[in-house]
């Protein structure tokens, strides 16, 4: 069996050629407190057309409820109030 030795990486930023997985790095580094302020500094993300802004901070969003939450955290279970 043929293994793929490519890794593909998903850009989320074509003007600056930045990937999820830098911004998820930058995530982890900041302690799950990476802002898009962090992103337009670190990599200059959003800066050129804008079109990454919003999936750059669903992102950022996405990765601080993931730190926010218990491990055995199950949205199936959770009670609207
Ligand atoms: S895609 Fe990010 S600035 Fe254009």
């Known amino acids: 069996?043929?293994?793929?030795?490519t890794s593909h990486a998903m850009y989320v930023c074509?003007?600056?050629?930045?990937t999820?997985?830098?911004i998820r790095q930058l995530c982890r580094e900041r302690g799950g407190k990476a802002s898009a302020s962090?992103?337009?500094?670190?990599?200059?993300?959003?800066l050129e057309c804008?079109?990454?802004s919003s999936h750059a901070r669903?992102?950022?969003?996405?990765?601080?409820?993931?730190?926010?939450q218990?491990?055995?955290y199950d949205p199936r279970l959770a009670i609207a109030v």
């Open 14 to 18: 074509i003007c600056q050629q930045v």
């Open 1 to 5: 069996m043929l293994e793929s030795n």
């Open 50 to 52: 804008g079109k990454c």
């Open 38 to 46: 962090d992103l337009r500094e670190q990599f200059g993300l959003g």
């Open 20 to 22: 999820e997985s830098q």
């Open 58 to 68: 669903s992102i950022l969003r996405e990765y601080q409820q993931s730190v926010h």
């Open 70 to 72: 218990p491990e055995n």
